[in-house]
């Protein structure tokens, strides 16, 4: 099984709003990942969590808050946000050596629109 | 690679034939890329992986080239279905053990039948 799970599909939330992004993968990977795709364009790191703990921050706004709470689940927590913020996040796990890198898997993505 | 301006790079092939996409990197420190198939409405889906020890590495009706000596790598697709259809993304991960992946701009695949 290679599925990573995002939840919701879609999301619309106003300036003042706070919410919450879940994703799930139960392959046993302890490396989890945040990226933010705009439209047309390649998705852009936004942080890496390994073994539940935050490993690389990719100078991403405060009103971004991610949260590792067990190996199987990664959280972002959004508040305050633009509508510039407005994209798809995707969540992408792998397997975590320490050593080598190795291929991500990637979650369907969250829809966020911000007005 | 970075990605630019809002335009895609498109590659338009008839059903059947082959086709090649290519992807220039930017890192000479890399030693893992990999190739990502994009649907519309989808997540980025792993079609292949290649370390920097390789020039080639072969998958189900994908091949993937790499030569350092340019900096260049290509997906080649055999036999290539109207499924095959979609935007391909080549990343790179900058530095050995490296877990950040660096996308490149992605080329959209065209397959007409």
């Known amino acids: 099984d290679t599925e990573v799970t995002q939840t919701p599909k879609h999301l619309v939330m106003g300036m003042t709003n706070k919410k919450s992004l879940k994703c799930e993968q139960h392959?046993?990977?302890?490396?989890m990942y945040w990226y933010k795709q705009k439209a047309k364009k390649p998705p852009e790191l936004m942080f890496v969590?390994?073994?539940?703990?935050?490993?690389i921050n990719e100078s991403v706004p405060s009103r971004f808050s991610p949260e590792c709470p067990n190996s199987s689940l990664l959280n972002l927590h959004l508040h305050a946000l633009q509508p510039e913020d407005s994209a798809l996040y995707l969540c992408?796990?792998?397997?975590?050596?320490?050593?080598?890198?190795?291929?991500?898997?990637f979650g369907p993505g969250t829809r966020l629109t911000v007005t | 690679g970075e990605s630019v301006g809002l335009h895609l790079p498109t590659l338009s092939v008839q059903e059947g034939d082959n086709s090649i996409i290519n992807c220039a990197y930017s890192?000479?420190?890399?030693?893992?890329f990999i190739w990502y198939k994009q649907e519309s409405g989808k997540g980025p889906q792993f079609i292949i992986d290649i370390r920097s020890n390789m020039d080639k590495r072969q998958g189900q009706r994908v091949t993937v080239l790499l030569n350092k000596t340019v900096k260049h790598l290509s997906l080649q697709i055999a036999a290539t279905q109207p499924g095959d259809s979609a935007v391909y993304f080549c990343a790179e991960n900058k530095g050995a053990g490296r877990r950040a992946l660096t996308f490149g701009s992605g080329t959209r695949l065209q397959v007409q039948p």
């Open positions: 392959m046993g990977h302890r490396a």
């Open positions: 890192n000479s420190a890399s030693d893992y």
């Open positions: 969590y390994s073994y539940e703990k935050l490993s």
């Open positions: 992408a796990s792998s397997r975590e050596t320490g050593g080598d890198t190795y291929e991500q898997y």
